[in-house]
C-alpha cells in the first residue's frame, strides 16, 4: 500500500539537476546584451561550466534548492570606434547562500584588456557596471527554475487519481442534504491533556567551541549555512524562530550563550497534533578539544518517534557535518582514559625509595669521609721539615 501524499513528502529526497544546470546557463545568459551610449554593445556568447554541482531537495514538505557552481561567461562588444573585442568574466560563486540568503556578494574575475585604446577602456568599463547587474538578474531566476521544472519529480501529488476507480467523494452528491451542504468536517484537534507523547534524545561530539555551535544554532544569518534554507531568529527569550523554510518554527523559551537553548518546537506539517508544542532543549558540553551537544525533544507524539528522530540526526547532526564540522565518532558517555590507580601508584613508590636509598648512600659517604680524615690527622700535623729530618 502506498504512503498517504503528507507522509511521502516528509521524507528527505534528492535530485541532482547539474546537466540541466548548465543547458539552462548556456540558454538563459546568452540572451543576454547591453547597448551603450553611440555604438557600443555587448554580448554574452557562450558559457563554460567550470565546477560545481546543482540538486533540488525535498525536507518536510518543502522544495530547496541546493548549489554552488563557478562558471565562466565569454562575451563580445564593440566599442564606439568600432574595435571588436572578445573577453571573459569569472564568477568563482553561483549559490543558494548568495542568491536567496544573501549571505555575501558575488565576485567577478575579469580578463583585463592590455589595449590603450581610450575606446576599449571605455567598453570594459561598460561591461563591469552593467554586465554583473544583467547577470544576477538571471541568476535570481535560476532557482526558480530549478523548481519548476523539476519539483514534480520529487512532490507527490495531494489530488486524487483521475484514472481508475472513481474517488469514494463522488458518492456523497447523492448523500442527504444534510451531508452534501458542507465540506468534510475537519478532524478535531486532540485535546493536549489527552495526547501521548514521549521523549527523544540524540547527542553528537563535535570538534568545534560551544560559542561556534551556539552561533550557528540561533544566528540568522548562519542558519542557512546548514539548513540550507531561509531561517528567522532573534535568539531572544519570547521570541519566534522559523527554521527550514518555515517547517519547524516556535518560539524562544530561554538562551545560555555557549551552554543551553530551550524552545518550543511545532512541525508545519499534517502528521503533527494541531495546536501542540513539544519543547526543544540543545544543551552544549565543551571539553578540551569538543563539544557535545545533546538534543532533547520533549513531546513528541506516540508513534512520530522513529521518524522525528531520524529527521534530528539528518537534519541538524547531518546539516553540521555537511559544512565541515567534524563529528566524533565516540560513544555519548565517552571519557578521556585515566591511567589505572596501581600504575599512577607505582611511580610515586619508586620515587620514594629512589630518595631514601639516596639519603642513604649520602650518609654513607660523609662516614667513610670523617673516618678518612681522623685516620689522616695524625699524619698531616707533622710540618714537611720534620718529616724531612725524621728519614734522614
Same mark, same amino acid.
Given at each position: 500500500m502506498s504512503m498517504p501524499s503528507t507522509t511521502a513528502n516528509w521524507h528527505w529526497k534528492n535530485k541532482n539537476v547539474t546537466p540541466w544546470a548548465k543547458a539552462w546557463f548556456q540558454e538563459e545568459l546568452t540572451k543576454i546584451s547591453i547597448e551603450g551610449n553611440g555604438n557600443e554593445n555587448i554580448k554574452v556568447t557562450s558559457t563554460s561550466w567550470l565546477d560545481g554541482d546543482v540538486e533540488l531537495g525535498q525536507r518536510k514538505s518543502k522544495?530547496?534548492?541546493?548549489?554552488?557552481? /563557478?562558471?565562466?561567461? +565569454?562575451?563580445?562588444g564593440t566599442a564606439s570606434d568600432g574595435t571588436d573585442i572578445k573577453s571573459n568574466v569569472?564568477?568563482? +560563486?553561483?549559490?543558494? +547562500?548568495?542568491?536567496?540568503?544573501? !549571505?555575501?556578494?558575488?565576485?567577478?574575475n575579469w580578463s583585463e584588456s592590455e589595449s590603450t585604446n581610450p575606446a576599449v577602456a571605455a567598453l570594459y568599463a561598460l561591461a563591469k557596471e552593467r554586465l554583473p547587474v544583467a547577470l544576477e538578474a538571471k541568476f535570481a531566476e535560476f532557482p526558480?527554475?530549478?523548481t519548476e521544472k523539476h519539483g514534480k519529480d520529487l512532490t507527490v501529488s495531494m489530488e486524487p487519481s483521475r484514472t481508475g476507480t472513481p474517488a469514494p467523494a463522488t458518492a456523497s452528491v447523492t448523500a442527504p442534504s444534510t451531508t452534501a451542504s458542507s465540506s468534510p468536517a475537519p478532524a478535531k484537534p486532540m485535546a493536549k491533556n489527552a495526547l501521548n507523547t514521549s521523549k527523544i534524545v540524540k547527542e553528537a561530539s563535535f570538534m568545534a567551541s560551544a560559542d561556534d555551535l551556539f552561533g550557528l544554532f540561533t544566528d540568522q544569518q548562519r542558519i542557512p549555512s546548514w539548513t540550507r534554507a531561509p531561517a528567522e531568529s532573534s535568539a531572544k527569550a519570547d521570541t519566534p524562530y522559523s527554521l527550514f523554510g518555515g517547517g519547524v518554527k516556535g518560539k524562544y523559551i530561554s538562551l545560555t550563550p555557549g551552554k543551553e537553548i530551550v524552545?518550543?518546537?511545532?512541525?508545519?506539517?499534517?502528521?503533527?497534533?494541531? +495546536?501542540h508544542e513539544a519543547t526543544f532543549t540543545t544543551t552544549l558540553e565543551q571539553s578540551s578539544d569538543s563539544t557535545k551537544v545533546v538534543f532533547s525533544l520533549a513531546g513528541v507524539p506516540k508513534g512520530m518517534e522513529d521518524e522525528i528522530e531520524r529527521n534530528i540526526d539528518g537534519y541538524?547532526?547531518?546539516? !553540521? /557535518?555537511? $559544512?565541515?564540522?567534524?563529528? !566524533? $565518532?565516540?560513544?555519548?558517555?565517552?571519557?578521556?582514559?585515566r591511567r589505572a590507580p596501581e600504575t599512577s601508584r607505582l611511580p610515586t613508590l619508586g620515587k620514594r625509595g629512589d630518595v631514601a636509598s639516596s639519603?642513604?648512600?649520602?650518609?654513607?659517604? $660523609?662516614?667513610?669521609?670523617? !673516618?678518612?680524615?681522623?685516620?689522616?690527622l695524625p699524619y698531616l700535623s707533622y710540618s714537611p721539615v720534620s718529616l724531612h729530618s725524621s728519614a734522614k
Open positions: 522544495l530547496i534548492t541546493i548549489y554552488d557552481c /563557478k562558471i565562466s561567461v +565569454e562575451w563580445t569569472t564568477i568563482p +560563486e553561483v549559490s543558494h +547562500e548568495i542568491t536567496l540568503d544573501g !549571505l555575501s556578494n558575488y565576485t567577478y526558480v527554475a530549478i524552545q518550543t518546537w511545532v512541525l508545519s506539517n499534517p502528521t503533527w497534533p494541531s +495546536e541538524y547532526i547531518h546539516g !553540521l /557535518k555537511s $559544512i565541515g564540522y567534524v563529528q !566524533l $565518532i565516540v560513544s555519548p558517555t565517552y571519557t578521556q582514559p639519603n642513604t648512600t649520602t650518609a654513607v659517604a $660523609i662516614a667513610v669521609v670523617v !673516618l678518612a680524615a681522623a685516620f689522616c
